[in-house]
């Protein structure tokens, strides 16, 4: 009876300091679909009486591509057309979770990244400066805290949080763990034109009520500095420095709802200033008078049901006085660290993908919770949607891509993936097909 009662109430602790829900929360976005059976058992699993959990995901990937990787391809493709193809196995991201209750609703989380294996110095060749050597530090690998906050729980409704944080904005920031899509590298819309993971210091306000779930950010500005043709704001959130510059500031709001069983429904966006937003301000120049207001629109979706699973996004998003950040100082310097591209002044992206785990019809296999999705992917997007006026043409940023292959999950935290995709350019570019395989893990040690 003791043990009953002991057991009981470790259950209700472990409820009301929403320890579990912690992990959910900061690691899958507390989505309910995303918060898949496998993950719940793992959860069940837990010893009770633990305040520190430790949990992480890895990947490992593997790409042929069958198109040339010369920077002058876009420039010249007439040149570049039967170039041999080229391959490369890579660590996209292997993490660690370290997450603590401290007790009255107190909780601590993080999460340490090693991305591409690691910290390192490397080169890389800028296909936007005419072929450019360029050594960097961050490209040959990188260790970084991308979660650390401290959260203050007062229901179920209302939480605070400050510290390093996830800014969800778009269904890829929202559930960015490789058993939350299809291919074997992070779905390449949302990729290119967003920060991702897109993590910076700031405060979080964030609470469920029945069927929804809202949450709320006040953020430093992105830094237009670093914002490029090819990713438009997607470095734009990074910093080489010991601290985020906050001479602007940003708002992001994201809104879900689970009325539907299996299906979650997201919005978000986001609003900020990002000229003048770096180490030495402009304060008599051009940059001092002008905004560089970034505001993002997104939805994002995701269906579990019947064997299937569903995902979805369409993002959109606007930079203003795109054509100045061209010119700001800074910008057009041999020895700067910032981009001297162009950048347009909308971007935008939207995709599906869809698969079907045909290891349901196989009685054995589903005993042994074994599965294999076949799947396919469709997206579109666009990095540089020019001022027509003021601003060149780049038609090579303007691409569509298809993707089919295979999710074998020999156990929940597991997967294994292959895939063909063929990215689809304008007329007078070469388009671009590449083979791709890859394994991932993600899970809760304990």
């Not at 997450?99 to 890389?124: K, L, P, S, V």
């Not at 937003?277 to 970034?294: E, F, P």
């Not at 579990?304 to 993002?315: E, S």
């Not at 061209?326 to 162009?342: A, C, E, F, I, V």
Request: proline share 4%; net charge neutral.
């Amino acid at each position: 009876m003791r043990k009953r009662i002991v057991f009981i109430l470790s259950l209700i602790w472990c409820i009301s300091s929403f320890s579990f829900a912690q992990k959910t929360e900061s690691l899958y976005g507390d989505d309910e679909v995303n918060e898949s059976k496998e993950i719940k058992q793992q959860i069940s699993k837990y010893n009770l009486k633990s305040r520190l959990t430790v949990g992480g995901y890895g990947e490992v990937a593997f790409t042929r591509e069958f198109f040339s990787d010369n920077v002058y391809k876009y420039s010249k493709p007439g040149q570049y057309k039967h170039d041999p193809s080229h391959g490369k196995f890579d660590i996209p991201h292997a993490v660690i979770y370290l997450n603590y209750d401290f007790g009255r609703g107190w909780t601590m989380g993080t999460e340490i990244e090693f991305e591409h294996g690691g910290t390192g110095t490397a080169y890389e060749k800028e296909f936007e400066e005419s072929g450019e050597w360029e050594q960097e530090v961050e490209k040959g690998g990188e260790v970084e805290l991308e979660q650390f906050w401290l959260q203050k729980s007062f229901s179920r409704l209302l939480n605070i949080k400050m510290g390093h944080i996830v800014v969800p904005v778009g269904g890829l920031n929202n559930s960015h763990e490789p058993l939350n899509f299809f291919t074997v590298y992070r779905p390449e819309g949302e990729y290119t034109i967003l920060p991702s993971t897109w993590h910076q210091t700031g405060i979080s306000l964030w609470g469920r009520s029945k069927k929804w779930r809202y949450e709320v950010q006040f953020l430093p500005g992105l830094n237009a500095m670093y914002f490029t043709r090819d990713k438009w704001i997607h470095k734009g959130a990074g910093t080489a420095l010991e601290f985020e510059v906050a001479n602007k500031y940003a708002g992001m709001i994201r809104i879900d709802n689970y009325s539907i069983p299996g299906l979650r429904m997201g919005i978000s966006g986001y609003y900020g200033h990002s000229i003048d937003n770096a180490l030495t301000r402009d304060a008599n120049g051009t940059a001092s008078k002008l905004k560089g207001t970034v505001a993002i629109g997104t939805f994002d979706f995701i269906y579990k049901g019947y064997n299937w699973i569903i995902r979805g996004n369409a993002d959109y998003g606007h930079l203003g006085d795109a054509v100045s950040v061209y010119n700001l100082p800074g910008r057009q310097t041999k020895t700067s660290p910032y981009s001297s591209d162009h950048v347009g002044k909308n971007a935008l992206a939207y995709g599906i993908e869809a698969g079907y785990d045909i290891f349901s019809q196989i009685h054995s296999l589903r005993e042994k919770e074994q599965k294999m999705y076949i799947f396919g992917r469709y997206e579109y997007y666009d990095s540089y949607v020019p001022n027509r006026n003021s601003q060149p043409e780049y038609p090579y940023t303007d691409k569509n891509r298809i993707a089919v292959g295979l999710n074998y999950f020999p156990l929940p935290q597991i997967v294994v993936k292959g895939e063909y995709s063929y990215r689809f350019l304008k007329s007078q570019y070469n388009n671009e097909p590449s083979v791709s395989l890859g394994i991932a893990y993600q899970g809760f040690f304990f």
